[in-house]
């Protein structure tokens, strides 16, 4: 036995050095095959493999100004309520009810807002186009195409 390893005579260093020689191969080869592997993962019978449609927001229903008014009534009651509960002075529900719906009466209504922002876009994207040396779109038409497209009633 002695005499083999005698002749043989590989030191650590050369062992160390083909190790790798021999592993870097069979990794390179291995990693090569795996790629079908790593592509279907996340598909089978259980995968969804399609995009999902994408979700319309729902179209608000009208405001009911006198529920709305039954209902912050209601809310501001019971504020006053706990406020007494804890010691406090009680609310003056009438006058603070009076300017929650005085504000929200005032305010321009978010379908006004949204379809004035979506006409300084269309405006916007105008300017972008006749810069580009494109035809200018008509823009209460694209206004109305493009909200009907927010909305989804279009």
Known sequence: MNLLAGEIAISTGTVLALIPLIA???AAT???RSGPAWRSIGKGP???DEDLPPVRPAQAAPIDRELQAAEARQMLEAKSYH???RGGSPLDVDAELARLLEDSQDSTSPDEELRDEV???V???NERR???GQPALDVETE???QLADLVGSG
């Open 24 to 26: 870097l191969p069979i």
């Open 119 to 121: 006409r300084r876009l």
């Open 83 to 85: 406020r007494q509960q």
């Open 123 to 125: 405006v916007a994207r």
């Open 30 to 32: 291995a990693f090569a």
């Open 130 to 132: 006749l810069r580009q």
């Open 143 to 145: 206004t109305e195409r």
């Open 46 to 48: 259980l995968a969804i």
